[in-house]
């Protein structure tokens, strides 16, 4: 969509316009590096298309956008170090690159940064931006969190794993759409609507990416399958399938989870047979499509002309076409 | 001095009373054990003090007043990952205590809350102590950043030393005056005043530091003197020395430098007493003495009735106290 791409390039732009003149390098560097690498810009996107249903003028939204895309890069680069990850986007990691006390600083300069941005909202709307980005902020650390405490945690409910991924992904989606609404001037509940929006969109967008790790096509995707299998991720479909098997079926998936050394074609094979077999598949699909059915539900209902939709109808798409 | 004493004690009830509710525990129980350990809430006092310098009232500010002091507790909870410390303030270290991914990722949660108390600035002055405080919280990275990089850098010169200081420390004292006088309704011209007395006063407060390292008497400040010297760390009296020292002394210096294995004493003693006949001790007093006393002319030019001034002339030099 032509509006989507040319919101794309005007962030493109003043992103590769910040500059840190100051010293030291080493500080500012990794932060210009992080924010470089290409990515989807997806959430000062949303930013944008919400402050755009409600005012013609977005310019006073730019710079807060981007505030919000500056802490989502914020939290790759920190995550990154507590995942001990050394490739992010093609790229080796800040921590890989430099060394680790340079990445946790560069990343708190970087938190200080998207503040900065975020702080350019224009007065009237200050505080209240300001106070909806902070409590985004505490929810995703919190998310970061119970996602490494899950890894050492035995089980994990299906209510515990989908508060996580709310917190981890979908609380920054639905903020930044509902921060650009506020700075459009839109009222409460048409602003708490994009935020609904955006919380279900994470959501199906999260539990779909669970079920393309394994059932997508490689062709497509571009990587192999199954790697949330090998590393026994405590993902929605393995998850619902510890709760749902039994007898043999049980055994056979304990035995996968507990095996040290396995082939890793044999293990993935075994596991989705039985992903298949249980059914999680399916039901991981439904419960993916019923959060975008919510998302579009709450879209639907704000109260505007049905045509200044649009773009947010199509971002939505867009967002989740590669799980149709 | 009773005002001092009582402002220290809203604050440390305010402080108290901060209560996280929400989980996990993992994520705010390291926030919560870094801020109740026994700080002596310098930031907020100055904070308040200079609040108190301009307006009655000073209740609006207290809240920004902890809001500086938690990102200061931050700072220390970052550094302590990245110094490898494994105590502060007599307890162990929250890396030490939890672990390192926690460390790193409830600071970052950290610096959310300390946003949070900031933003309870009163909207008018809102948009100003926050430009301030995110100024100050990038040049406190800086410092940081500087300060590490020094330990691998052959060679530091005074002014980078200075300037490393000014920003690891000073900066942040600094700002806390001048965000008390702003929220208090001070004009431009007083609240940059403020801002330089904290400043000076830092440096004065860290020369000494340097110091009392050496030449402090045990017996009042409870620690050996000369960790510093063991460690080689690039103090204001070892720049100076190595600026000065020539021939005997140069060589002398040099072979202490380079030593691995060392009796600890003898090399405090050598070094000590060529840091003596250089005079660098003397010239570190001068230095701190010549910052103290800017400091103090920067506080007496304050346009305002004298009597105001009163206590934070009191706390200045109480800061300083141990350096007479």
């Known amino acids: 969509m032509r509006e989507i791409e040319e919101l794309r390039e005007v962030l493109e732009r003043r992103i590769q316009s910040i500059e840190f003149k100051r010293p030291p390098a080493d500080l500012y560097d990794p932060i210009s ?25 977005i310019d006073d939204a730019i710079d807060p956008a981007i505030g919000f895309e500056i802490f989502h890069n914020f939290t790759l680069l920190h995550d990154d170090i507590m995942d001990n990850a050394s490739v992010r986007r093609g790229m080796p990691t800040v921590h890989e690159k430099w060394n680790v006390n ?13 503040y900065k941005f ?9 505080g209240e931006v300001l106070a909806l980005f902070s409590e985004t902020a ?12 899950f890894e050492k945690q035995e089980t994990v409910s299906e209510a515990e794993y989908l508060e996580m991924i709310k917190l981890k992904t979908s609380v920054l989606l639905a903020a930044s759409l509902k921060a ?63 709760e749902k098997a039994q007898g043999a079926d049980k055994m056979e998936l304990e035995f996968w989870l507990k095996q040290k050394e396995f082939d890793r ?12 077999k249980l059914e999680v598949d399916k039901l991981t699909d439904r419960k993916a499509e019923e959060h975008f059915n919510e998302a579009f539900k709450q879209l639907k209902e704000i109260d505007i002309e049905e045509y200044k939709k649009r773009p947010l109808n199509e971002m939505g798409k867009i967002l989740l076409e590669r799980i149709k």
Chains 1, 2 share one sequence.
């Open 265 to 276: 074609e044999t293990k993935v094979v075994a596991v989705t047979n039985l992903y298949r």
């Open 33 to 57: 590096y992080t924010l470089q690498s290409n990515g989807k810009r997806i959430r000062p996107v949303l930013f944008l298309l919400a402050c755009q249903m409600f005012s013609e003028k």
């Open 138 to 149: 505490s929810g995703v650390c919190e998310g970061q969190m119970f996602d490494m405490l």
């Open 118 to 126: 975020v702080s350019h909202t224009p007065g009237k709307y200050l």
């Open 102 to 114: 340079t990445a946790i600083l560069s990343g708190d300069a970087m938190m200080v940064e998207a």
């Open 180 to 242: 650009g609404a506020i700075i459009g001037g839109a009222n409460n509940k048409n602003a708490e609507k994009l935020y609904l929006f955006g919380l279900h969109l994470g959501l199906a967008f999260q539990l779909k990416d669970d079920w393309l790790d394994v059932f997508g096509d490689p062709a497509v995707f571009g990587k192999k399958p199954g790697g949330d299998i090998v590393e026994n991720k405590k993902t929605f479909l393995l998850i619902k399938a510890l």
